[in-house]
């Protein structure tokens, strides 16, 4: 019966909407489609001997006469009153607002003028026809053949002659000859803008009665039940006890709007209000509809507290409430003129309660049906509001339908709300009864177990293992061993408990989504391993084709987890398989090892809680019987189930069956993701709107790409990586997307600006912990961070993620704040320990080196005595040496290849002046190697060749300098010299840096080259026989 009733709910909707659509195809099929426009005055409907079907709008070019009110007499004796011939002025485009010369010949919505058309009218044998007016602003006066057959208000030519007034009607004539002179005054000096600014029907009298019928007939209908429904609600709030905030702001949203309606379109509350002043009567339509956006976002706000944000809805109340004394207070002239502002400001409200609507529904909260209706019609009000301002009229049906639409679907959610509450009340009393015994046994299982003291204890035994007590003997580690390893599995035992408590209870919900088996089994079989120590052979047969089930990822992990370490309990030798096959629809995984088997007799009741295969395995292996309970109901939970086939004594086959994901999601789950940079060529869907989104931000904050910090996605799941996308690419940064990890590490080895990767644990063929130890293999933490998403919360998960290089941990679902946090950190971090480099390179290209320096000076004096063109030479060699070194705003990562060789060769030739025939040089440089090289890559190595090695020999030695063309873009070079050598102590001291040598030693080199080209400092050394350093610079990653 509840099913029926809920069913019915959402055919009545659909036969409203029909209905509303039928009427307005009925309603816009009086007006016709095809009618011609005036032309230079003049309306031709005489075309054929058709007869005059229907209405149409008097569009097109109309005579217009500027700031002339001229009658129809004026135009019959060709003199206007104010003497002379009327003037035409030009022709105006109906409907529009004017712009008509004040007296100072500029252009302005203020003044008076008079329109005319000239039709010339069908042959029929009905002449009677009608005219409808909806709005000249702000008072007119209208002539048919020299007739007066209507007005709004009185023109004149100043503003105290002129009498607003702006109701629409309809009028009708009977035309005497086959044209119809239309003469329309207007004057406006009220309103921002003026003039003929909607449509003027015309039609037969049948069809123009017909017309403005509905049209009355609609706008009262819809009004009046808005009033009703306020009134109703207000009635309802007041006899209710709680005083349910949310029925007080729907009842006056309804009263508002039914001021609203019968304000606009029609007015006929001008209609019932004659004698309303224009000023009035326009502040009256301003302010209702402040006052229905104002209840609005209060009764949305009082509705959804969960999704609408309170800071947001005060900015609203204070807008509002800004405008409302301004309309208050102002003049209609003033606050007029910020028509645009007005429509925007409500576009922006009506579309965060649209937002808000459509999140309940998504988020399937109570009542979602009708928010995602409700969302729907406000999203049509808001369409109709804006094209009817833009003078399409037949698009105002569309707001009375829309707010009656609207006001049932808020009715229905509320009356569902009640009901709910009703029957909620009824159930409380059976779900307390069974709530207190679950209680009971819940607590008297757990009392003892408390989560605190546990975690307390294994902590202190894990330290003192770990030697924050001193040296321990080998007896007391394995007597700490057995505390710590007693104390996780109580710890895993109040989790399955806690799960045990949320199933019976039915708490827990399933997240369902197209899940990856292969990558579960991987990285679940890998953290076995990793923490257990056991002979065990872990095999993983599942087929490569196994297609994605639909399940809910963390707990699919939880029902392999607990069925690998069943097995992984009972089983000290052996193997332990996984396998699968899909079948009909289902996945059937199976979980085999070769432990101690299950008796025949226990196969069904180890599936009971509380309950094992025998009481023995109780002391010998522990737990209290609840993790298979558990994973059975978890199966169930996904729709499946679990079955076990065992022989005693060698071995058991647990298996469980999950449904095989759509098609669709499969496709989804798996689909292809761009390895492209951001924003992508030829962008498909998920790229399409980040692009976009991307671009949006970059112009806001007028930043280059190239200034941008670049970071990896890596997750297999389409939905997860659009979602972080968006994210990421919101806070301005360029984002590189790959779907697992053999594609993150071909993107790793291709592209050098990867400044931080974001890594999803589980993923087929490599999982996680695979692609961060790929990652640690060529940077260190500091040169590429790793943030860790994964479902997983145990700390085996984080610690074996922790044991693979990964910087941190987050968990899924991700909290945007958190991650844009957390990648924030990452990043800076990157960016301290890249800055550190650099300090070390300004501070190699600054120091100066007082031996050095001073030596080189002794060396220019004592030559200058005998050689000064040498001595000279010497000081213009010593110049550029010190040019390069004291040059602090160089800020280069790269430079020719030739300007490196520049400042080396400087450096020997003071050297070779200082040292004499101590020091031979010897250069091997192949020509045309002016390819891009970090600074300071080579003289630093050079001067540690002739420091450390060729000048301590006493007999002098050999300094060579050899570079070779390596490929595009690449070269080799090595410096070699003939001195002691290096021992491997003294090897590593170099390369680490001292202060004899260069001041931050090889260190600094290497790390500019595993960072630029992912090449080493080669070092080959061996005493008595020299050194030689080779540097392989290639095109930077």
Request: proline share 4%; aromatic share 10%.
């Amino acid at each position: 019966m509840y099913r029926a009733k809920q069913a019915l709910i959402p055919v009545l909707l659909i036969l409203f909407l029909a209905a509303g659509c039928w009427y307005l195809t009925f309603s816009n099929r009086m007006i016709s489609s095809d009618a011609p426009e005036a032309t230079q005055g003049t309306l031709d409907l005489s075309g054929g001997n058709r007869e005059l079907e229907g209405i149409l709008p008097l569009n097109g070019q109309w005579e217009f006469y500027g700031n002339q009110l001229l009658a129809p007499e004026d135009f019959a004796s060709g003199d206007s009153a104010g003497g002379g011939a009327p003037r035409l002025t030009g022709y105006a485009d109906i409907p529009s607002s004017w712009k008509v010369a004040d007296e100072e010949g500029k252009a302005s919505s203020y003044g008076f003028g008079t329109y005319r058309l000239t039709i010339r009218l069908p042959h029929t044998d009905d002449p009677r026809y009608g005219i409808v007016v909806n709005n000249i602003k702000t008072s007119h006066r209208l002539f048919a053949d020299g007739v007066q057959i209507g007005s709004g208000g009185h023109p004149g030519e100043s503003r105290s002659d002129t009498e607003a007034k702006n109701v629409p009607y309809a009028r009708y004539y009977e035309a005497n000859g086959e044209t119809l002179q239309l003469l329309v005054q207007v004057a406006n000096y009220q309103y921002a803008s003026g003039g003929i600014t909607h449509p003027l029907y015309f039609g037969d009298q049948d069809s123009v009665v017909t017309y403005r019928d509905n049209t009355v007939a609609l706008d009262a209908i819809t009004g009046f039940i808005m009033l009703l429904l306020g009134a109703y609600l207000l009635v309802l709030y007041h006899m209710r006890s709680d005083n349910q905030g949310a029925l007080i702001w729907f009842g006056l949203t309804c009263l508002a709007n039914s001021v609203y309606l019968l304000t606009h379109g029609d007015k006929l509350l001008g209609l019932i209000f004659s004698d309303m002043p224009y000023e009035w009567f326009t502040k009256l339509q301003f302010l209702s509809g402040i006052l229905s956006e104002y209840f609005l976002i209060k009764y949305t706000w009082a509705s959804f507290p969960q999704i609408a944000r309170k800071r947001i809805v005060r900015i609203f109340e204070w807008e509002l409430a800004a405008r409302f004394v301004l309309i208050l207070v102002a003049p209609t002239a003033v606050y007029s003129g910020m028509d645009w502002v007005y429509y925007l400001l409500s576009f922006v409200l009506m579309f965060y309660s649209m937002g808000i609507m459509a999140a309940s529904a998504f988020r399937r909260l109570e009542g979602s049906l009708f928010m995602a209706f409700s969302a729907l019609f406000l999203f049509v009000i808001n369409l109709g509001s804006f094209l009817y301002n833009e003078g399409i009229m037949v698009a105002y049906s569309l707001q009375p339908i829309s707010f009656v639409g609207f006001v049932l679907c808020q009715l229905l959610f509320l009356s569902g709300r009640f009901s709910n509450a009703f029957t909620t009340v009824a159930k409380l009393s059976e779900k307390l009864k069974s709530l207190d015994k679950l209680k009971d046994e819940f607590m008297a299982n757990t009392s003892h177990e408390l989560r605190t003291p546990l975690h307390g204890m294994i902590n202190i035994a894990q330290s003192m293992m770990d030697g924050a007590t001193g040296q321990l003997t080998p007896h007391q580690e394995n007597n700490l061993s057995l505390i710590v390893n007693s104390g996780r599995r109580m710890s895993n035992l109040v989790g399955d408990i806690l799960d045990f408590s949320k199933l019976k209870n039915g708490e827990i919900v399933l997240r369902k989504g197209p899940v990856n088996l292969n990558a579960l089994v991987n990285v679940i079989l890998e953290m076995h391993a990793a923490l257990e120590n056991k002979k065990l052979r872990l095999v993983d047969w599942l087929p490569d084709e196994l297609p994605a089930v639909l399940g809910d990822e963390d707990r699919l992990t939880q029902i392999l987890y607990n069925l690998i370490g069943n097995a992984y309990k009972f089983t000290l030798e052996g193997e332990i398989v996984v396998t699968a096959e899909a079948k009909n629809g289902w996945a059937a995984v199976t979980v085999s090892d070769t432990g101690i088997g299950i008796p025949a007799d226990r196969q069904e009741a180890i599936f009971e809680s509380f309950e094992q295969a025998d009481s023995s395995i109780a002391r010998d292996y522990g737990g209290m019987g609840l993790g298979l309970s558990v994973t059975k109901k978890l199966v169930e939970l996904h729709g499946g189930a679990l079955s076990v086939r065992s022989v005693l004594g060698e071995g058991s086959a647990f298996t469980f069956t999950v449904p095989i994901a759509d098609k669709q999601d499969a496709e989804t789950e798996e689909g292809e993701s761009r390895p492209a940079a951001y924003p992508p060529s030829e962008p498909s869907w998920p790229y399409a709107a980040v692009a976009a989104a991307a671009e949006s931000v970059e112009a806001r904050e007028g930043s280059s790409p190239a200034d941008r910090r670049t970071i990896l996605i890596v997750d297999d799941d389409a939905a997860n990586r659009q979602v972080l996308l968006n994210l990421l690419t919101m806070e301005n940064y360029a984002v590189l997307a790959a779907r697992d990890g053999e594609e993150a590490l071909r993107l790793l080895e291709n592209r050098k600006e990867i400044d931080l990767v974001v890594l999803d644990l589980m993923m087929p063929r490599m999982s996680g912990y695979e692609v961060c130890r790929a990652i640690r293999a060529r940077y260190s933490l500091s040169e590429l961070p790793v943030l860790i998403l994964t479902a997983r919360s145990r700390t085996e998960d984080r610690l074996l993620g922790f044991e693979s290089g990964a910087n941190d941990y987050l968990g899924k679902p991700v909290e945007a704040e958190e991650l844009k946090a957390r990648v924030r950190t990452l990043l800076d971090m990157k960016h301290s320990a890249k800055e550190l480099v650099r300090s070390e390179l300004d501070f190699l290209r600054a120091q100066i080196k007082p031996h050095f320096l001073f030596n080189a000076l002794n060396t220019v004096i004592s030559v200058s005595y005998s050689n000064i063109e040498q001595s000279r030479e010497m000081l213009n060699h010593l110049s550029l040496f010190l040019r390069d070194s004291f040059d602090f705003d160089n800020r280069e990562e790269l430079i020719p290849f030739s300007r490196e060789l520049e400042q080396t060769r400087s450096y020997l030739f003071i050297e070779k002046i200082r040292f004499g025939e101590r020091l031979k040089l010897e250069f091997d440089i192949e020509e045309g190697l002016d390819v891009p090289v970090p600074p300071l890559i080579l003289q630093p190595i050079v001067e540690n060749a002739v420091r450390h090695g060729a000048t301590k020999r006493l007999e002098g030695g050999c300094v060579s300098v050899t570079a070779r063309y390596a490929g595009p873009g690449a070269i080799v070079v090595q410096v070699a010299d003939n001195g002691p050598g290096m021992p491997g102590p003294e090897d590593a001291a170099r390369t680490e840096g001292d202060s004899r040598g260069t001041g931050v030693g090889l260190a600094n080199i290497g790390r500019r080259l595993r960072s630029l080209y992912g090449t080493e400092l080669e070092i080959e050394s061996a005493r008595g026989q020299g050194t030689r350093v080779t540097l392989r610079i290639g095109s930077p990653l």
